[in-house]
């Protein structure tokens, strides 16, 4: 299958190597038609991108975009939830200047209220019944609350009740993440398993961290081949070829 883009990249503007540039020339290395930007929201104690940041990234995609002809580059974040009613820590000024919107769920985001942070540092450290539906109501909260293009990374070292949320993912047009990032667990064979009978749509996402890694997926296309995941439910792959790869069902 043929990657068409990456829609999950960091710059030095949180905590990846590259610049915008570079993340872009990579792109166009690997024959993608887009890739975005999409460094982590603001608010991360550790990886976090300024908020003033955001509007001088803006200007740098636009004057790229018009440089580049042969690639569309996209403004994104990749938003923390921060209280398990699934708000974000990006306000609607900055919502309003980006084109593309991720939200992933991370440890070391600082959390709101005291009893939210006791959820995510103690209660997902056991096996709790409640913070399974906890987790997922925070994200299903983010998803009916904002305009979420891509859930990142679902279920990397928290419980989620993946069924619940692909259902409501569909429902909104929200795409699940299959990550190839090796720092991260993912969507495993499992739960892809579980949340293609939804029907909801996934997107595979290198998460590069440094400009070598743009469009590297093939740690995510293992879980596709084990899952035989049918092109269609993905959105970033080639679809008009005449060949069936020989796991599709
Ligand atoms: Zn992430
Ligand atoms: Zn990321």
Known sequence: MILTGDY?????YSHG????????????????????????????????????????MREEVDSLNQEYKDIRILLGVEANIVDYSGNIDVDQEILDIMDILLVGYHYGTRMKKWIDLYRMYAMNLFSFKKIRQLNSDAI??????????????????????????????KEHGTMLEINASPNH????FRNLNIAKDTGVKFVINSDAHSPERVGEVSRAMEVVK????????????????????????
């Open 17 to 56: 190597k590259g610049t915008i540039r570079q993340n872009v020339e990579a792109a166009l290395k690997k024959g993608l038609k887009e890739i975005a930007i999409t460094d982590h929201g603001p608010g991360h104690l550790v990886f976090k991108t300024k908020r003033e940041s955001f509007f001088k």
């Open 8 to 12: 999950h990249t960091h710059t030095v």
């Open 185 to 188: 667990g993912q969507l495993n």
């Open 140 to 169: 299903i909260g983010a998803i009916k609350k904002y305009n979420v293009d891509i859930i990142t990374h679902l279920g990397d070292r928290m419980r989620v009740d993946i069924k619940k949320i692909a259902e409501v993912a």
């Open 226 to 249: 084990m899952a035989r995941l049918n092109r269609k439910l993905i959105y970033n792959v080639e679809q008009n070829c005449e060949w069936k790869e020989d796991w599709e069902e």
